[in-house]
């Protein structure tokens, strides 16, 4: 059997049935880690010997006929941006590559405690900013459906590792579609939880009012099994809500009859592909088929969420980035003669040209005299987007959409026109603007054999009814079950 | 017009503490320029009379007991540092001679 290509809750059952020894499980996803990386160049770093520490010891309590946790044996990839103790957590930046936590975030410790194994530490765009894992200062992940075409991103080698069947499933972070559109890109299921329904304690910080972990997986019932571990109130994190969790594979009836589906007519956007205008027609065309009602709804201000997204996020990076002085951790110059100019120099060889752009436009907004008409009016369009949704959702249950405006693009398409490479988040950006959660799913091909993302959106703290969706829609659709052909 | 010059270019820099190449500033002012332009397109909403989001959850002041608890040890706490000395991170000197 060929383990890796095993869905979480597959695995699971076989474990808890103590059919497949969580050994064996691990070492098949390390022979397969093997036989991708070379094309594929998912993995910062690797954890072998740690994984397989951890199986044993679920081995021997499958032996001995103990209860395991319930996730015990399943193997994970983990964004290097979620800090790990003991291993190199990077965020693909040269500033952090010899940066080692001597802590786990809260995440980890929710994983750990119901028994997933963490493979690796997945690559990314640096510190998270960027649509296509181009912005890495180590390496360049492929998209596994075309190894021309980029991941998408930021969380382009979580995306790439579980659509490879590198992991049996990932988690990543989204500030602006950082895991629905890699998701997309690579045809698997990635869901964005609600703005405080999981833990950021040691999440690496990009744009906090933003940030939000999720996960990546081979099908809905996968996310929903994962969100269920990661999500929760936490001492730690002031800004995770209070909010009971629900079991969420428990909402995964099937049944959308009656539900109302919006369709904002603002997402028919000049520069959409043709192909993913199609299969999006198809998709709605499918939920009405399962008894769902299509509504026209209006979201007026989202041709205005690429730029207020700009401002917020580069301001609040700007601000999170000033930690990165080369005085307590991470890289620090050789060549500096006194202290500012030690900060000065640190900085300039440690970030990537993304990562300085973002600062400097983020310090520019937040600048004496600029402040007012860039920042402030930015968190007041914030609010105008927030009004568009919960308007919306007064004649909805959900919100479908694209979850980007086309499918993967070529390495370097977009790479000098930083603008292009943020419109590419158009589709993703106001849920996080709003709070809102929102799940990709893949809804088919195009000719030339690309993922095509599905993005469907919800109410706050609504996880439950976009996972009935998208379960029921891949219930009702093949396209989740297709691999690529490595 | 230019919505940003090379000027304040260096300016925000210094704000930043981000030392830049002659060609890096070069490139950034005609990056930031591009990029603002877009951004005027949210001169067209009139927002006189809306509220700033600043954070989309309810939030509250978060009180605790002010008790001791265990904390990162000392020695994990100076392990990533770049530059020590006994239990100080070391840094290049503030005070010029």
């Known amino acids: ?30 022979i397969r880690i093997g036989q991708m990386e070379d094309q594929i160049q998912a993995f910062n770093t690797l954890t072998p010997r740690m994984a397989v520490g951890f199986a044993k010891k679920f081995e021997e309590m499958q032996g001995r006929r103990e209860k395991l946790p319930p996730l015990a044996g399943v193997p994970l990839a983990i964004k290097d941006v979620i ?13 952090l590559e010899n940066y080692v936590p001597p802590f786990s975030a809260t995440v980890m410790a929710r994983l750990n405690a119901a028994g997933a194994l963490m493979l690796g530490k997945t690559n990314m765009d640096e510190f998270a900013m960027g649509s296509s894992t181009e912005n890495s200062a180590f390496k360049k992940t492929r998209n596994p459906w075309n190894l021309g075409c980029v991941p998408g991103g930021s969380s382009g080698g ?86 009971p969790v629900p079991d969420y594979e428990a909402a995964l009836t099937g049944e959308i009859k009656g539900l109302r589906v919006g369709i904002p007519s603002e997402y028919s956007i000049p520069g959409m592909d043709p192909e993913v205008e199609s299969a999006i027609h198809q998709a709605i065309r499918v939920l009405e088929g399962l008894g769902a009602a299509q509504e026209n709804v209006s979201l007026p201000h989202t041709d205005y969420a690429v730029a207020t997204y700009y401002l917020v996020a580069t301001a609040e990076a700007s601000s999170n980035l000033e930690r990165y002085d080369g005085v307590k951790y991470g890289y620090r110059t050789p060549r500096a003669e006194h ?85 590419s988040d158009i589709f993703t950006i106001s849920g996080n603007l709003a709070g809102v959660p929102g799940i990709s ?31 029921a829609y891949e219930q009702a659709t093949p396209w989740h079950r297709e ?4 | 017009m230019a919505k940003i010059t090379r000027k304040e270019v260096e300016h925000v820099a210094r704000l930043a503490r981000l030392e830049l190449t002659e060609e890096e500033k070069e490139r950034m002012t005609a990056q930031l320029d591009s990029i603002l332009g877009y951004i005027d397109k ?23 007991e002010d008790a001791v608890r265990p904390s990162l040890k000392q020695e994990d706490a100076l392990a990533n540092a770049p530059d020590r000395q006994d239990v100080f991170f070391r840094v290049p000197r503030i005070i010029e001679d």
């Open chain 1, 441 to 471: 799913v893949n809804c088919g091909f195009t000719k030339s054999g690309l993922p095509i993302g599905l993005q469907v959106i919800g109410k706050p703290f609504d996880e439950e009814t976009i996972l009935r969706v998208a379960h």
């Open chain 1, 158 to 243: 979580s995306a790439a590792a579980v659509a490879a069947d590198m992991c049996a499933g990932a988690l990543g972070s989204d500030t602006g579609g950082s895991i629905r559109q890699p998701g997309g890109f690579c045809g698997i299921a990635a869901l964005k939880p609600t703005y405080g329904r999981v833990s950021r304690y040691g999440l690496v910080a990009f744009a906090s009012s933003l940030d939000q972990i999720g996960p990546l997986a081979k099908d809905v019932r996968d996310a929903a099994i994962l969100l269920k571990v990661i999500a929760g109130h936490d001492p730690l994190d002031s800004t995770s809500a209070n909010v």
């Open chain 1, 83 to 95: 800090c790990t103790k003991g291993v190199a957590t990077t965020c693909s930046s040269r500033i």
């Open chain 2, 42 to 64: 949210l001169d067209e909403l009139d927002t006189s009379q809306v509220e700033p989001t600043t954070t989309v959850i309810p939030m509250v002041s978060v009180m605790r």
């Open chain 1, 483 to 486: 691999r690529p052909r490595l």
């Open chain 1, 339 to 423: 202290l500012i100019d030690m900060y000065m120099k640190t900085r300039r060889e440690g970030f990537g040209p993304e990562v300085k752009r973002r600062i400097m436009l983020g310090t520019y907004a937040l600048s004496a005299g600029y402040y007012d008409a860039y920042y402030l009016k930015a968190l007041k369009v914030r609010t105008l987007i927030r009004q568009d949704f919960t308007e919306a959702f007064k004649r909805c249950d959900v919100i479908v959409t694209p979850t980007s405006p086309t499918p993967a693009f070529k390495f370097g398409e977009k790479m000098d026109d930083p603008l292009q490479m943020y419109l």
């Open chain 1, 1 to 30: 059997m060929e383990l890796h290509r095993l869905t979480i809750h597959e695995l699971r059952d076989l474990i808890q049935k103590g059919e497949v020894s969580p050994v064996r499980v691990v070492q098949d996803f390390l």
